[in-house]
């Protein structure tokens, strides 16, 4: 299936893994709608090395990655319950309860860290990396991103598009706060041209 580029608009990848599902012209693209969707996605975001994902879908069952998909959009669509509950105002402790869900992904998580040469220049360095024994495993990127945006995030921030039936969520750390788009060219010029035509109109 073609699907085109993802979109990482939100300024945040907790909000990133929402628009995953969004609809950037005319028609909804899924961008996890199976598994190979969810491999290409998790690239685009950075979450996987490519080489982990290769070996992933080399070794996968027929189906496998499909089902690790369902859950993944399972998680989305929970996440994205939770997010436009508290959105507009920051998040307090209360909300844990909820979280659940998160924390039993959390707790599966097989992260440990390595001493590596240092990027480009001379000495070591202390890098965290993961253990991806199944494809389930490509989950706990993802939870991690959300649990960080959960954590760090001012839900105060957290603004859904302005535009007409637009579904894209965004984090605004514009010096205003006065972000309104997921972006200008898509929604922001929608809207202005929707504007100028009703001000055509009143004047006739
Ligand atoms: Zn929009």
Do not use: Y
């Not at 012209?25 to 979450?47: E, F, H, N, R």
């Not at 307090?92 to 707790?107: D, F, Q, R, Y």
């Not at 894209?168 to 202005?192: E, I, P, Q, S």
């Amino acid at each position: 299936m073609h699907r085109p580029p993802a979109m990482f608009i939100a300024d945040s990848l907790g909000l990133d893994f929402l628009n995953s599902v969004a609809t950037p012209v005319d028609t909804p693209v899924d961008w996890i709608d199976d598994g190979d969707g969810l491999i290409d996605w998790l690239s685009q975001a950075k979450l996987v090395p490519a080489d982990e994902l290769d070996a992933l879908k080399a070794d996968a069952r027929p189906g496998e990655l499909d089902e690790v998909a369902d859950q993944a959009r399972a998680l989305r669509e929970w996440f994205r319950k939770f997010v436009l509950e508290h959105a507009g105002r920051p998040l307090t402790a209360k909300a844990l309860h909820e979280l659940g869900p998160l924390n039993s992904i959390l707790e599966r998580d097989e992260a440990f860290l390595q001493i590596v040469p240092r990027h480009g220049e001379e000495g070591l360095a202390l890098q965290r990396m993961r253990r991806w024994r199944s494809p389930e495993s490509l989950l706990l990127p993802v939870g991690e991103a959300l649990a960080k945006f959960v954590c760090e995030e001012d839900f105060a921030n957290v603004k859904a598009c302005e535009g007409h039936n637009c579904t894209m969520l965004f984090a605004d750390h514009t010096h205003r706060r006065a972000r309104r788009w997921c972006v200008m060219a898509v929604c922001g010029n929608r809207a202005k041209q929707a504007a100028h035509r009703s001000r055509l109109k009143s004047r006739q």
